[in-house]
């Protein structure tokens, strides 16, 4: 994932022209590489605001040494890479959600959830996307929060 990637230009909707400054403006790019495992289950957050971008994931990283964590600050990466605990309702995707570690302490609210179910013989998938606002705190490299 490469998160707060600064964006300017102009995008046209009909006859409307909305404008991006890089100022206050940022782009997700969410790409994936390598061989996926056929079953895979796994947890993705990602956060953004201009200049600063949280990505957080887990379940298919745990336990392998590799984790998806890092803190993007002023431009630069601060790698997390303990395995992160995540708490949260599956009969009831809207409660608050904890997503906790050595270096991260967040709280996510979602408002929105998109849900999509596919079930095609040996092809399946049962996902579930979460809208929402994060507060709480990550550590970076230097032990500033």
């Excluded at 949280?54 to 630069?76: C, H, I, K, P, Y």
């Excluded at 849900?115 to 994060?134: E, I, K, P, Y």
Aim: proline share 4%; with cysteine; net charge positive.
């Amino acid at each position: 994932k490469d998160l707060g990637r600064p964006v300017r230009g102009r995008l046209r909707l009909g006859s409307r022209d909305i404008v991006f400054d890089a100022a206050d403006s940022f782009a997700v790019l969410d790409h994936g590489r390598g061989k996926w495992p056929y079953s895979v289950s796994w947890n993705w957050a990602a956060g953004c605001a201009p200049g600063r971008a949280l990505q957080l994931g887990g379940r298919w990283t745990d336990g392998t040494g590799s984790t998806e964590n890092a803190l993007f600050l002023d431009g630069r990466l601060h790698k997390i890479g303990d395995d992160l605990v995540w708490e949260y309702d599956r009969a009831d995707w809207l409660r608050p959600w904890r997503i906790t570690g050595p270096r991260v302490e967040a709280e996510f609210r979602p408002f929105h959830v998109r849900t999509a179910r596919t079930r095609l013989l040996v092809v399946s998938n049962d996902t579930h996307q979460c809208f929402g606002s994060f507060t709480g705190r990550a550590r970076a490299d230097d032990g500033s929060w």
